[in-house]
């Protein structure tokens, strides 16, 4: 049970629009950033957003991030098979001392 | 550029040790807190560790009493002692640069650690 939600599978068809959410907590992300990352199995995780909506150099601006309250979200729009991944959100953890993760969301390009 | 290149992962018995490095390149290294985030075969990331610049050092209450992160800068190298271990440690094992609290700019290729019998 991870300490940040996320659901579990995303779906949308080319050039649709998706958004991926991270459910937190005033001890997460109702008092810190957020950064979401993109993995590839059998590649190393990249940063696709930091501080809850901020993109590095060569992301692409089809992906943004938001944040409101103790939850944050990822939208991905006019969306690409390129970008069939695992996102993850992460933030630090006030009451544990250390990083938090979400469960990861699986987003299939159909 | 930069670069990290994890090491010494490998086949461990239940309650075995295990010691990984993560060489860095291509940057300054003794400026930059860092990390360890592993991932179980077909399970989302999981955080395992942090050490500062100025050598504190984090754990989750998982890995807590087993595992020590340390550093040694003049090497440019991050390391992770892993006793005790357990086959639910069987993961994809990640040395990830942060600039920022969470905010892992650059990952390495990782190394598996497999648990078992």
């Known amino acids: 049970q991870s300490v940040l939600t996320q659901p579990p599978s995303a779906s949308g068809t080319p050039g649709q629009r998706v958004t991926i959410s991270c459910s937190g907590s005033s001890s997460n992300i109702g008092t810190n950033t957020v950064n979401w990352y993109q993995h590839l199995p059998g590649t190393a995780p990249k940063l696709l957003i930091y501080?809850?909506?901020q993109r590095p150099s060569g992301v692409p601006d089809r992906f943004s991030g938001s944040k409101s309250g103790a939850s944050a979200s990822l939208a991905i729009s006019g969306l690409q098979s390129e970008d069939e991944a695992d996102y993850y959100c992460a933030a630090w953890d006030d009451s544990l001392s250390g990083v938090v993760f979400g469960g990861g969301t699986k987003l299939a390009v159909l | 550029e930069v670069q990290l290149v994890e090491s010494g992962g490998g086949l461990v018995q239940p309650g075995g040790s295990l010691r990984l490095s993560c060489a860095a390149s291509?940057?300054?290294?003794?400026?930059?807190?860092m990390h360890w985030v592993r991932q179980i075969t077909g399970k989302g990331l999981e955080w395992v560790s942090a050490i500062g610049t100025a050598g504190g050092t984090f754990y989750p209450g998982s890995v807590k009493g087993r595992f020590t992160i340390s550093r040694e800068n003049a090497k440019n190298s991050l390391y992770l002692q892993m006793n005790s271990l357990r086959v639910g440690d069987t993961a994809v094992y990640y040395c990830a640069r942060a600039a920022g609290t969470t905010l892992f700019d650059y990952w390495g290729q990782g190394t598996l650690v497999t648990v078992s019998s």
């Open positions: 291509g940057f300054t290294f003794s400026g930059y807190d």
């Open positions: 501080s809850s909506n």
